[in-house]
């Protein structure tokens, strides 16, 4: 392939996911700001819905640049990239952009996990009220057998030999 065009197909791919990133760093800004306001559940579920767009917009790019790279001979991660830049990019300007994008996701993964234990927080805090009312303890959670999480039912014993 020529490498101008492989210079502006992946300069076209890391353009698209410096913007999702950026919408998706917003939003994840915007989950954490209803989350602490106990907002209105249907304002969440929009963030989430729009968040999980951007997530799909991401994973999207990424099966693209690895097509990309599969069909220039290189392996599809990031050391096939790095190879392929090495060879088109002159300036190093994809390389940073390349770093940039990397920068951003690790900030998205940070104000995700922060969302999460937050989420996490509330449903201990939520868990224990109910223990409070109902006088029951919860059981361990656990994945049943479609997938699902739920609260483990107490053992019993099916049958016993003497």
Not at 71 to 94: F, K, T, Y
Request: glycine share 6%; hydrophobic share 40%; charged share 30%.
């Amino acid at each position: 392939m020529d490498p101008a065009l492989t210079r502006d197909q992946f300069a076209r791919l890391l353009d698209d996911e410096a913007r999702t990133l950026t919408d998706l760093e917003g939003l994840l800004y915007r989950e954490h700001e209803i989350l602490v306001r106990n907002d209105d559940p249907a304002a969440l579920e929009d963030a989430c819905a729009a968040r999980q767009l951007r997530i799909g917009e991401l994973l999207r790019i990424q099966d693209e640049r690895r097509s990309v790279l599969k069909m220039l001979g290189q392996s599809p991660d990031n050391a096939g990239l790095d190879a392929v830049l090495r060879s088109c990019d002159v300036g190093d300007r994809l390389r940073l952009r390349w770093q940039q994008c990397a920068v951003a996701a690790t900030r998205c993964r940070e104000l995700n996990d922060r969302n999460g234990a937050l989420v996490q927080a509330r449903m201990k805090r939520v868990e224990g009220m109910l223990e409070v009312l109902t006088g029951q303890r919860p059981g361990p959670r656990v994945y049943g057998p479609q997938g699902q999480f739920a609260a483990a039912s107490s053992s019993r014993l099916v049958a016993a030999e003497a």
